[in-house]
């Protein structure tokens, strides 16, 4: 009968490597590293691009946000965190696969 998969818990670390290394110890360690990698770069270049499509779209409202760094900066990483949320899924999604 299948059972619902639980996430791997270990109380010392000779616990945790013996059980990185039977899921096979090279992708044990970087499974949904991939993932992330490909997150990072998209963020980054998804954030900058947004930030100079606002500033040639809406300069004068942007100016006035940008007084305020702190909301400038959450509005452009929420939108573009929405934009990449799916790869937040299947990140979470090779951490949890058991190889």
Not at 41 to 67: A, G
Request: net charge positive; aromatic share 12%; hydrophobic share 40%.
């Amino acid at each position: 009968m299948w059972q619902p998969y639980r996430a791997a818990s270990y109380n010392s670390y000779s616990e945790a490597l013996k059980g990185l290394y039977k899921q096979g110890t090279p992708m044990s360690f970087y499974k949904g590293n991939g993932v992330r990698a490909i997150h990072i770069l998209l963020f980054h270049k998804l954030n900058s691009e947004m930030t100079y499509k606002v500033e040639s779209t809406i300069p004068t409202y942007w100016k006035q946000l940008k007084e305020i760094p702190l909301a400038s900066e959450l509005l452009l990483s929420c939108s573009v965190d929405l934009i990449l949320q799916p790869l937040h899924v299947a990140e979470s999604r090779f951490i949890l696969q058991n190889r």
